[in-house]
């Protein structure tokens, strides 16, 4: 298994409250595409993710204590990123496969992710 990177507050906030915050963001996303008709187009990808860790940030500071230790903890104990999913078997990757194919496949794995 490969190491992972701790994940940032608003980050680890987002993985452990996804199904209570995404609601939110879209409903707050729709809103302020409705307002701001050039925020689309395209960079629309990455307008959007630059307003959701503004929201992110903005729930974060206005959760309870005990919601931000939670967090912290976690985040401390490893919650790891969204690659956390095993990788998948690559195919023909049997004994005859050498261990530098395997590692090369396991990286272009890891750099589309």
Sequence with gaps: MRPTRKLSTIHGYGKLYWEKIKPILDEW???????NPDAGGKHLRSN??????????????????????????????GIV????????????????????????CAKAYALQK
């Design 29 to 35: 996303w729709d809103q302020y595409i409705a307002e």
């Design 81 to 104: 990123s969204d690659d956390d999913g095993p990788e998948p078997e690559l195919e023909g990757a049997g004994e005859s496969t050498s261990a530098t194919e395997k590692q090369r």
């Design 48 to 77: 959007r993710l630059n307003c959701q860790n503004k929201l992110l940030r903005e729930l974060l500071d206005a959760e309870t204590e005990e919601v931000k230790k939670e967090v912290e903890q976690r985040r401390e104990e």
